[in-house]
């Protein structure tokens, strides 16, 4: 055998700990012939076959003898910093809840109701609720949990959809910049019902000449005088009386931008030490809306005109069954109030324990949810059951769509109470911690799929805050548009498209994915093993989640994607008396495509990088990665699995004694 070459660029560094081969019957101090070693200097041993040899191999005729010491692994990786994990599982139930459970469920349900025939609205609502909210909802957690990753990352388990979870993060992105306006706004609300009277009221000097008779008549004809909410909202809160439309955005409105920028601060402290810290603020942020609630419905049931309103919200219409724009806002109405599709929902669940029982919180969390909907529609109707007694008008016209629901009629109801200032200061308390909760789910989706790509910033402090406060500050620069004159109208657009189209078309996909190309079965096994010490009604459950996967949702999916289509080809999106013209609508298409079409463009990367025939490539792409079984939660917290060791045959682990060429030639030669 030929000696190896002495010279080598970087030989590996000898270890301090003395060998274990050394030849039987040798004294310390001796090595094998031809091989002198100076005192302190060591020698690592011959390793054949990733074993160790219990003494040097002279004659290649002779047989190794094996020692009982397992080996050591050549190399071991730097390890990762370890993913949080949520404190307790009420804070995850808590995060969620209020994550769920926001404006939505204050402002846009209650409309849907009396615009969709009162409270046949809940028939549909129930089923949409049955058939795509809970399976979608418990896909999402079950998917998160297992895969202890973000809504990119998690796609391991299917390479081919990963643009599944970059279009829940552009959808995120997008939602989260009109969002915190929202907030800004009851910040400054909050902020305007410290006065006495308050500004928007009849009491308020200003606007003395604006009560009074809501019609006048001018030259024979009607006219509606605006209300002095409504001038508040128009004029101080937004000024869009000062802009023409998309074209004409207008200057940044300081006071806005104040508050818009307190809110990124509020966000950018509750986040910075991640789910320690946030979980810990739900405890508040949860439950303080349902405090209020009650207390709204208390107030509410002792004013006179309230059972107007209740009846008004309850009495069913039962010709609006057969109408498609019932069954349209039912489904959009569950995915708005819901947060499917957002990524928030995988994010928080992926730092549960692999053991957590998701059936149970999936349950807990939806029903609650569709509950506090529900009650909220007893609080909000019977004061604006009281509203319509003042004004001697129907309650269908006390009301209106979108942010003007929440920003005009209820500050025009809470003006009409006695003790006015503290019901004020209470109501828009409650509509900031529900915002606040809601931002906290779509904003933890995009900083998880973050730090899930570059994990060692977890470990890093410096770097993780830094990261998070130029992510908020670009959302903030970003939002100064929407705060601008006219910048209600892309507040809008944005809310029109954002959660449309594209929202439905990713969750579809989701369904899809996971039934079809990762295999429903192993999905149903997948959740088996994860609530493993529950009781047998869980799995028992799965059952029905399996048709509605595999069936039953995918139909409603495409049934509701259908009418939108059609719905935005025949009708024309407007704000107030403003229609928007061909092109922003266009660039709210724009928007929505770009979102959905992040599947497409990253299946065909996925599949690129496969090798074979276009068929072979679609099935491997379709295959989870080997990475995808290791769950890092199920070992500790901070703990890794080692990959597995596969030792083929005749593989041979060189050490320093193999470099040394003098050293095998006087073994030959012996």
Known sequence: MKPLPEQRGERPKKSAEPSPGEMHGEAPGNRSAGKTTTPGETERPVQLNGQTLARDVI??????????????????????????????????????????????????????????GGGVFLIPYVIMLLFTGVPLFLMELSLGQYGAAGPINVWKCCPLLKGVGIGMLCVSILVSLYYNVIIAWTFYYLGSSFQSPLPWSCEAISNSRLCGQNITTVNGSSVRTLSPTEVFWNERVLGVVNSEGLHDPGPVRWPLAICLLAAWIIIFLCMLKGIRSSGKVVYVTATFPYFVLFVLIIRGATLEGSI????????????RLASAQVWND???????????????LLSMASYNKFDNNVIRDTLIITIGNCCTSFLAGFAIFSILGHM????NVPVDKVADSGPGLAFVAYPEALALLPGSVF??????????MLGVDTLFGNMEGITTAVLDEFPQLRGDMKRKSLFLGALCFIFYLMGLLLITDGGIYWFTLIDSFSTSFGLIIITLFMCIGISFFYGINQFCQD??????????????????FKACWVLGTPALLLFILTYIFIEMYNTNLHYGSYVYPRWGKALGVCMGATCCLQIPLWAAVAIAKESGTLKDRFKKAIRPLNSWRVNLNSQGVGERMEPERVEAPFTVNLTDMDFTAMTWENASQA
């Open 59 to 116: 004659d290649p005729a002779s047989q190794p003898q094996f020692s009982s010491r397992p080996p050591s692994p050549a190399f071991v990786p730097t390890p990762l910093p370890p993913r949080e994990q949520w404190g307790s599982k009420y804070e995850f139930l808590l995060s969620c809840i209020g994550y769920c459970v926001g404006l939505g469920n204050v402002w846009r349900f209650p409309y849907l109701c009396y615009r969709n």
């Open 308 to 319: 107007q309103g209740v009846a008004f919200y309850l009495t069913p219409d039962w010709k």
């Open 527 to 544: 959740i088996i093993d994860m609530i493993c010490r529950c009781p047998p009604w869980c799995t028992k459950v799965l059952f029905y």
């Open 330 to 344: 039912a489904a959009s109405q569950i995915f708005y109030s819901l947060g499917i599709g957002l990524g928030g």
């Open 388 to 391: 319509a007694w003042r004004k």
């Open 423 to 432: 019901w004020s200061i209470l109501f828009f308390l409650m509509l900031f």
